[in-house]
């Protein structure tokens, strides 16, 4: 949720689940799209993937986002981006609680609400939390989130002009929500006008997407220890190899990603924690173990470093538990030797295994000392649950396959935007969204962009 969301954990179901429009492509048929001699193993039903920069660090801003277009014409919004969610929303240009941009950065919306009588709409409300009493109340959503935060507003659908990587250019028409009344906790205001939910629920932007024939249903992203990074939606930019995958566990808490039973393991031995569940978010800053993996690593840390030139110092507030050297730290790798990995073994994936080096759980704070960034979840909320945040997630590109059902990560270099127009179109027939001729008369989900 912005502001004080760059240290909230993944967010909690919504309490109104919302609904959304898609209307399937009328326009796809086999004399859309040109034959090609060669048939590529990714010419088929799904289009291509979209590739977009990603702004933002985990010290000191604690946020990633992104800048989407939506509408036509197009208007830039940055959002926070969170797998722990799937509902898509912005502040709204209405009377509104809660906003804290100027209207100009605010979504106007054009009488596009959806309706409750809208199929989809009816799909996405359980009936305890259903607010509609006639077909013809407009959708409302309702999303809280872990930190306290959350978001109230109307369902809508608007064009998102998007580039896939076959360097064709469409706007889909998707569903997100409209915000009016945003609640946001902490002192800082949000620098972002709202959310991007890539969770695996049927209305993230990603099912949306795959739903229509434009991508498969994967989203990944790739988040810079320096900075910055890259989001992207369908599976063009999977490694054929080198990526590590385990089996995504579903239980009674939808719309998010989670796996497990993990071991959690120290310098290479078992630390007899076991049967940890795991939620990867990219909507929390930093991890979070619940209370006994949380103390029995912090030991572990604390008897490691007795006797070595860095002790514990209560002076920083940066984070719960800091460490000061001789002199101050420049950056992670000046302490980095202090310090052992550590590691999540996974017991239902052969080999499986999240190494976290001392890069993927410190920071180095503007005090110049060095601060533990694996936070105690149970005591902030979260119960048993162990959220795998940001700073874990730091240089590796991590992969959510709603289609396998698997979650991977590989080591990738995060500061370059893979070059997807010259990497995936030489010597490659096009996947079939090239050429297709959606008119927007022709095709009402979609309008045709030339940028």
Same mark, same amino acid.
Request: aromatic share 10%.
């Given at each position: 949720?912005? &502001? ?6 993944? +967010? ?7 609904? /959304? ?25 799904? !289009? ?7 702004? !933002? ?15 036509? $014409? ?17 502040? *709204?240009?209405?009377? *509104? ?11 106007? $919306? ?10 989809? *709409? ?5 009936? +305890? %939390? ?5 077909p013809d109340d407009q959708c409302d959503?309702?999303?809280?989130? +872990? ?46 006008? !709202? ?64 796996? &497990? ?23 929390? %800053? ?33 984070? $719960? ?9 420049? %950056? ?35 005090? &110049? ?19 795998? &945040? ?17 979650i991977g990560w590989a080591p990738a270099? *995060?500061?370059?935007? $893979? ?16 050429? /297709? ?9 979609? +309008?045709?962009?030339?940028?």
């Amino acid at each position: 949720m912005g &502001g004080d969301k760059r240290n909230r954990v993944f +967010a909690l179901t919504a309490l109104l689940i919302l609904g /959304l429009s898609v209307t399937f492509p009328c326009c796809f048929s086999a004399a859309n799209h040109p034959q090609t001699k060669k048939k590529s193993a990714r010419a088929n039903k799904f !289009g291509s993937s979209a590739v977009f920069p990603l702004h !933002g660090n985990v010290y000191p801003l604690g946020y990633y986002s992104v800048s989407i277009n939506i509408g036509y $014409p197009a208007k830039r919004f940055d959002l926070d981006i969170d797998t722990g969610s799937d509902l898509t929303w912005v502040q *709204c240009d209405a009377p *509104c609680t809660g906003c804290t941009r100027p209207r100009e950065y605010l979504y106007k $919306p054009k009488n596009n609400h959806l309706q409750c009588g809208d199929p989809l *709409c009816v799909a996405f409300h359980s009936p +305890a %939390s259903d607010p509609c009493q006639t077909p013809d109340d407009q959708c409302d959503y309702e999303v809280e989130y +872990a930190d306290q935060g959350s978001s109230l507003g109307v369902i809508v659908n608007d064009y998102f002009p998007l580039k896939f990587t076959n360097g064709s250019q469409l706007g889909p028409r998707l569903a997100f929500g409209c915000g009016y009344d945003q609640k946001h906790p902490g002192l800082n205001t949000p620098p972002t006008t !709202g959310v991007i939910g890539l969770g695996n629920g049927k209305a993230s932007i990603v099912s949306q997407l795959s739903r229509m024939g434009l991508t498969r249903n994967v989203v990944g992203h790739c988040l810079s220890g320096q900075g910055g990074g890259f989001l992207f939606f369908g599976d063009d930019l999977v490694p054929s190899s080198g990526v590590t995958w385990t089996p995504m566990s579903r239980n009674s808490m939808e719309n998010h990603y989670s796996s &497990g039973p993990a071991e959690l393991v120290f310098n290479g031995k078992s630390t007899g924690v076991k049967g940890l569940g795991l939620v990867f978010d990219s909507g929390s %800053s930093y991890t979070y173990f619940n209370s006994q993996a949380y103390k029995a690593v912090v030991n572990l840390v604390r008897n490691d470093l007795d006797g070595k030139p860095i002790k514990e110092t209560s002076e920083d507030k940066s984070l $719960p538990i800091c460490w000061k050297g001789r002199k101050p730290f420049k %950056s992670v790798g000046d302490a980095k030797n202090f310090f052992k990995s550590l590691a999540l073994s996974f017991i239902n994936a052969k080999n499986a295994q999240l190494q976290l080096s001392p890069e993927d759980y410190l920071i180095v704070s503007k005090h &110049g000392n060095v601060c533990f960034g694996i936070l105690n979840g149970t005591e902030v909320g979260l119960g048993n649950l162990n959220i795998i &945040g940001d700073i874990t997630l730091l240089d590796k590109m991590l992969i959510y396959d709603n289609e396998n059902q698997r979650i991977g990560w590989a080591p990738a270099n *995060c500061n370059r935007l $893979p070059n997807v127009d010259r990497e995936y179109s030489e010597g490659n027939s096009q996947p079939i969204v090239a050429n /297709l001729g959606i008119l927007e008369q022709h095709c009402p989900a979609y +309008a045709l962009y030339d940028q």
